[in-house]
């Protein structure tokens, strides 16, 4: 735990270079958390070693078994997709060692999140103390393959800040050749182009329920169209690692943060912001996915990739709040709770992530 508790006190202690030095001060931070991410363990992370243990078979798979054309290679029936299995390729054309997968998929993760936070975040401490904490790092420690399409997700908001949908398409796509699950970033580009509130979130809302309900049904039609979806099949419901009790904590805090942006924004024009509006579309998406993971556990880690709205959300909102004052104390309030939100987290369930006590590699080659 104290690594971590480490990092957010630099992260915090140098913040007051990002004023002038905004690149520089993303790219130190950046490059502590990419070497925690890249250095870590194999059994740091819930599912490391799973893909530790598989980087030399999926190195030898042979492409055919993905068919040749575009609908089987982007749907296809095996467990790991095409994209994923050609990094795993390229990366043991070099060497043969798996920690070289860590470090590969972490630089990749690091980089496009830093662009994308240098490009449209106002408050980058503010948005690596949320990334840290709220377990967008722990997830990047774990889900290699989800992560790395969740990186190429957040990238691809530029595309929709510039009302560019073909960029935005191929990369979509080319996310999903890393986790299918990236699809569901695809609807955030037309949903985006609407005005935040209330209204529509409940018509958005009573267009999801009949999902819902009809939730058995809703999966046999995607695992008719996607067949590596019933890999995850069996796992509906309680996925026995975290549970209800995880999906309650966590959608009662994204609906709770969800809403307060929205009082400390709605007096103030703030939500006629393209970002802002954007990143409340995100979150309040999120928690209508969290919502399903009652129905289908893996939809929890689906939800992260809206919910990072967070890191763009508050760092953004908050400056420009006319009130300087009020400003501060929300920050300062939002630091502590989410310290102490990972904190109680990683300590009294530490089995949630898996990255405590964290632990550095043993030997170039070991665990």
Same mark, same amino acid.
């Given at each position: ?10 992260i ?21 958390i ?5 250095f ?55 060497s ?5 997968l ?32 709220m377990?967008f790092?722990?997830?990047?420690m ?19 800040? $510039?009302?560019n @949908?073909? !960029?935005?398409?191929?990369?979509? +796509? /080319?996310? #999903?050749?890393?986790? =299918?699950?990236?699809?569901? %970033? ?8 609407l $005005?935040?509130n @209330?209204? !529509?979130?409940?018509?958005?809302? +009573? /267009?999801? #329920?009949?999902?819902? =309900?009809?939730f058995?049904? %809703? ?40 809403l307060?942006?929205v ?11 393209q ?10 998406c999120?928690?209508?996915?969290m ?10 880690r ?60 043993t030997?170039?080659?070991?665990y």
């Amino acid at each position: 735990m104290a690594i971590y508790l480490w990092l957010i006190a630099f992260i915090l202690g140098a913040s007051p270079l990002q004023k002038q030095y905004k690149k520089i001060y993303l790219t130190l931070c950046l490059f502590f958390i990419w070497i925690l991410i890249a250095f870590r363990s194999y059994f740091i992370g819930n599912d490391t070693l799973t893909y530790v243990g598989s980087f030399s078979a999926l190195a030898n798979t042979s492409l055919s078994t993905y068919g040749n054309n575009f609908f089987s290679i982007l749907f296809s029936k095996n467990r790991f997709e095409y994209g994923y299995v050609v990094l795993n390729k390229i990366i043991y054309f070099f060497s043969k060692n798996p920690r070289w997968l860590l470090i590969v998929s972490a630089t990749i993760i690091v980089i496009l999140l830093g662009y994308i936070l240098y490009k449209y975040c106002e408050d980058s401490s503010l948005a690596l103390i949320i990334f840290v904490t709220m377990g967008f790092m722990s997830g990047s420690m774990s889900q290699i393959r989800q992560y790395i399409a969740w990186a190429i997700c957040i990238f691809s908001i530029k595309y929709i800040i $510039k009302n560019n @949908f073909v !960029k935005y398409l191929i990369t979509i +796509i /080319i996310a #999903m050749l890393f986790h =299918i699950s990236a699809v569901i %970033f695809f609807p955030l580009y037309w949903i985006s182009k609407l $005005k935040f509130n @209330f209204l !529509k979130c409940f018509s958005f809302s +009573i /267009i999801v #329920m009949p999902i819902f =309900i009809y939730f058995t049904q %809703f999966s046999n039609l995607v695992g008719s169209i996607i067949s590596s979806y019933d890999n995850y099949d069996g796992q509906i419901a309680n996925n026995g690692t975290t549970g209800y009790l995880s999906i309650t904590i966590n959608l009662i805090t994204f609906i709770l943060l969800l809403l307060l942006a929205v009082y400390l924004y709605k007096n103030q024009n703030i939500l006629n912001n393209q970002i802002i509006n954007l990143s409340l579309w995100m979150l309040f998406c999120g928690c209508l996915v969290m919502i399903l993971s009652y129905k289908f556990s893996q939809f929890t880690r689906l939800s992260t990739y809206f919910t990072c709205a967070i890191m763009f959300l508050f760092p953004n909102g908050l400056n420009q709040l006319k009130s300087t004052e009020l400003k501060n104390i929300v920050k300062i309030l939002l630091i502590s709770f989410m310290i102490l939100y990972f904190v109680i987290i990683n300590t009294l369930k530490p089995l949630w992530t898996c990255i405590v006590p964290y632990h550095f590699m043993t030997s170039w080659w070991g665990y």
